[in-house]
Every structure is written in C-alpha cells, then in structure tokens.
C-alpha cells in the first residue's frame, strides 16, 4: 500500500501551488493536496470573524488516518509542524520550505515580524495597505505593484483570513523545547534571498529539532516553491525517498 503525502499550501495560495508536485509524487505515493479552511473551493472565511491556525491543524489531522509524509510551505509549513506536536501519530516525516515558526525567535528578533500595520477592512472586507505591507516585507519593496491583476484580485479575496493567520502565528509562542519533542525526519528548506528573520527562524528550529537536515538554495526567495518548482519539487521527493528507504531497512 503506497505511503500517504500530505501537502499543505502556503498562506494565500491554493492546493493548486502542490499540482506539479502531486503528479510528480502520484505515481509513487498517495497524495493528498487539500485547500485550507477559506481556499479554493472552501466557503471563504467571513471578514470580521476571528480566526486562529489551530482550526487549519485540526482540519489536516481530519484528513489522514495513517501517519502521513507532510510537506508545507510558509504557513503550510507551520502547520506541519503544528500537526506533528498535536498529533504526533499522524506524522512520518517533516518537509518545510521556510516555515513561519516565528515563536522560536527571541522577543528581540520579532519586530520586523510585528511590525505589519493593522488590518483595516474597506467595504469589500479588503486591506490594500496591509496586503501591500505584507507582499513587500516577504519579496521586497514594490512587490504587490508588480503582481498581475489577477494575482491581486485573488489575494484580496482571501485578505483577512491572511491576515488572521499572519495575527496568530505572530502571537504564538509555542515553547522552545515543545518543537525539540518532535522525532520525524525532518528536512528544512530555505532560500538565501528570503527575509532575515525567517532565515534565523529556519536556523532555530534546525538546532532545536533532533532530526532535522537543513538546505539552502542560495538564489531563491520565500516563494522558491511556487518561482522554481522543479527544483524545490527534486528536493522533496529526495527527501521522501531518503525517508522510505530508511524505514525499509530497519
């Protein structure tokens, strides 16, 4: 029976950011791509209504009756993380492009994390300010100017569940020493390009998890798995692999 592969997409996107890796992955594995609570097909999450990423863990644990490979991006990637210390069982291995962990850092460091203005809706439920604040801190000053339309348009559809997931994660503060009890193989990607203050979260959580491996694409950003797929896509899949094979040989 093919091992289950869970794939968990970054925060404003859809299940659609996993579709090359998922076909890529099908031959080999079961592979399940769902869209977050207020994504994709989902009912979109109601402007005002607070939300925490907790429900995104429970909802993912709903979805796997086995323990499962789980592979997340940004927020996806917290929400790995997050499943394996609420559902330990459900978790074979870790693999995280830039998980957004921003509770490992020291009070210190989180300014530029914190520093995000707060959301204020228009008519529309949306926050062009605070969308633009957002996309900028994570690829760069002029970054939202660029996006096409469309690419606007969808994040501005999804805005403030956004920013409520921006809300929580940036108010978590999950023990140090809770992330050091997770024993799943864990590969931890990053980009040479992304924000300073991931790259340190990337680091510490290196450091506090026991089996954790670190890579570093030099040239890529925080959006490597969505700017070059194939190549983060290659990384995955090794790590599956690795993974599997390990298992087999005990």
Do not use: C
Not at 206 to 228: D, K, Q
């Amino acid at each position: 029976m093919a091992e289950t592969v869970l794939l968990v997409h970054s925060g404003g996107f859809t299940s659609r950011q996993w579709r090359k890796l998922a076909d890529r992955l099908a031959p080999s594995y079961h592979v399940i791509a769902p869209d977050l609570l207020g994504y994709g097909d989902r009912p979109r999450w109601p402007a005002g209504v607070p939300f925490h990423f907790t429900r995104d863990v429970e909802l993912l644990a709903g979805l796997v009756s086995e323990p499962a490979h789980v592979v997340g991006h940004s927020y996806g990637g917290l929400l790995a993380l997050q499943l394996a210390l609420a559902h330990p069982e459900l978790v074979r291995s870790i693999t995280a492009y830039e998980p957004v962990a921003f509770g490992v850092l020291a009070e210190s460091e989180l300014g530029s994390v914190e520093g995000l203005p707060a959301y204020v809706a228009d008519a529309a439920g949306v926050d062009e300010a605070w969308l633009t604040a957002f996309v900028d801190w994570w690829n760069g000053a002029g970054s939202w100017a660029a996006l096409p339309e469309d690419t606007k348009q969808a994040f501005r559809g999804v805005a403030w569940k956004v920013s409520q997931e921006v809300a929580s994660l940036a108010a978590d503060r999950t023990p140090r020493e809770r992330y050091a009890s997770i024993t799943a193989p864990t590969l931890l990607l990053a980009g040479g390009r992304s924000p300073a203050a991931e790259q340190r979260v990337v680091a510490e959580l290196a450091a506090l998890l026991p089996h954790a491996a670190v890579r570093t694409f030099p040239e890529l950003g925080h959006m490597g798995p969505i700017t070059h797929g194939a190549i983060v896509n290659a990384a995955i899949e090794a790590h599956l692999r690795h993974v599997v094979a390990s298992t087999r040989q005990r």
